[in-house]
């Protein structure tokens, strides 16, 4: 089993780079129903989908988030554009933390935030942590090609038959770890709200 994972890495970062977040001005300037959120979702997210019949949000979804208190319930079944910022920071958030820690973390930014009028709001919020993440993708990328140039140095003395496949393994093992303890981190992060 050979794996390039230097062609690998490369056909990911330009699939990295290609990804952009919702932009506040990119949302509809009038309240959606439902299905028109979506339709949008789908269209704007369709990009950081696994595969390809993966949905990115679906009514059950966000009835539940708004039934679970992680996203305001819509007014006259209409959601607007602060409902949108705030499923996109869920969507985000649900593949890496639990409804409860997304619940601990979105609640006091909506309770205090959302629909307040004034000088600061959750677009404002959403603006600044998204401007955020550009810089670090270059980071990321420089993390990862460290990680990768390590694993290729294990298992110098495996049978050369399964050497691509253990560096691949020891690759993809870095990787978990740093996944694990961010996300322990982050855990930890949101268990001080409540302190």
């Known amino acids: ?18 990804l952009d977040y919702i932009r506040p001005e990119d949302i509809p300037n009038i309240d959606l129903y439902m299905d028109q959120v ?24 966000i009835n539940n988030y708004a039934k679970n208190d992680l996203l305001p319930p819509p007014t006259k079944k209409k959601y607007s554009r602060e409902h949108m910022l705030v499923l996109t920071f869920i969507y985000y958030f649900k593949n890496l933390l639990s409804i409860t820690d997304i619940q601990a973390l979105l609640k006091p930014l909506t309770d205090k935030y ?7 709001g959750i677009e404002d919020i959403y603006k600044e942590v998204f401007s955020l993440e550009k810089d670090e993708l270059a980071k ?30 020891s690759f993809i093992c870095l990787l978990a770890f740093d996944t ?15 302190s």
């Open 38 to 61: 979506t339709t949008f979702m789908e269209e704007h997210l369709k990009k950081t989908r696994r595969y390809p019949e993966d949905k990115i949000l679906t009514k059950t979804m």
């Open 114 to 120: 959302f629909k307040k009028g004034g000088d600061f």
């Open 1 to 18: 089993m050979t794996v390039d994972t230097s062609d690998m890495l490369k056909s990911i970062f330009d699939t990295f780079s290609g």
């Open 180 to 194: 694990y303890m961010k996300k322990t981190l982050i855990e930890k992060l949101i268990d001080s709200l409540d």
């Open 140 to 169: 990321l990328r420089k993390d990862i090609e460290e990680k990768s140039a390590i694993s290729k140095e294990t298992f110098k003395d495996a049978p050369e038959e399964d050497r691509d496949f253990l560096q691949l393994f």
